[in-house]
């Protein structure tokens, strides 16, 4: 799903509201790891044909945030904390590329749009959900200024699957001034058009929030 559609609701597909409410509502964790994605209960409360249910519902499966059991019905994948550090290890170099892409072709409303949703993150809950969301709407604004449809495809599939794992692990914790300021640095260097530094800051921004994912975990052992 590209960011572009995520800013845009009203111009969406009937089946794109329904991928991107169902898969928000799975990345924030408001639907558990597990939990059964009925059809007629999803059409039911999001006011939606039961066509683009199930259209939403496939391709959440091709993405691994949904499982489908012959005869017995579509479930919520499972977490594997294990996952992130893999997903990681590929997110750094594409964020990073990313991110040195958006420096060089990022339009002003582009970096207009990034600027404004970098004040919200700054100024907004440092709540986890809340502050998950709204970094990972900076990071889809990144995919979208990069101009490369492929590239934005495969990381917004990427970044569903970690923040979902983040959600699931920090939904204790507090974000962290650390994570913010190191956000700055990646939209800042994008948009003096500084590809080299939005590079390395956007791989450090990354690796940085793993490790503190990582140092929970291992704290709360």
Request: a negative charge; one cysteine or more; proline letters at 2%.
């Amino acid at each position: 799903m590209s960011s572009a559609t995520d800013a845009v609701p009203g111009r969406e597909r009937l089946v794109d509201q329904a991928y991107r409410q169902i898969r928000d509502a799975i990345v924030a964790v408001r639907l558990q790891p597990g939990a059964p994605l009925d059809e007629k209960a999803l059409s039911a409360s999001l006011g939606l044909g039961l066509t683009p249910i199930r259209d939403a519902l496939k391709r959440l499966t091709l993405e691994k945030l949904a499982v489908a059991y012959p005869r017995r019905g579509t479930f919520v994948s499972r977490i594997n904390i294990a996952d992130e550090a893999r997903l990681t290890e590929i997110r750094v170099e594409l964020e990073g590329l990313a991110a040195a892409l958006a420096a060089e072709r990022a339009t002003e409303d582009d970096r207009a749009v990034l600027l404004t949703l970098l004040d919200d993150l700054e100024h907004g809950s440092h709540e986890r959900a809340d502050h998950t969301e709204l970094d990972t709407r900076v990071h889809r604004a990144i995919y979208a200024a990069a101009r490369n449809e492929f590239l934005e495809s495969t990381l917004n599939q990427y970044v569903n699957l970690a923040m979902r794992i983040w959600n699931f692990c920090l939904r204790e914790q507090q974000a962290s001034d650390e994570h913010i300021r190191s956000q700055r640095e990646v939209v800042e260097a994008i948009v003096r058009g500084d590809a080299l530094t939005a590079r390395m800051a956007a791989e450090q921004h990354l690796r940085g929030f793993s490790e503190e994912m990582r140092s929970t975990i291992h704290a709360t052992r």
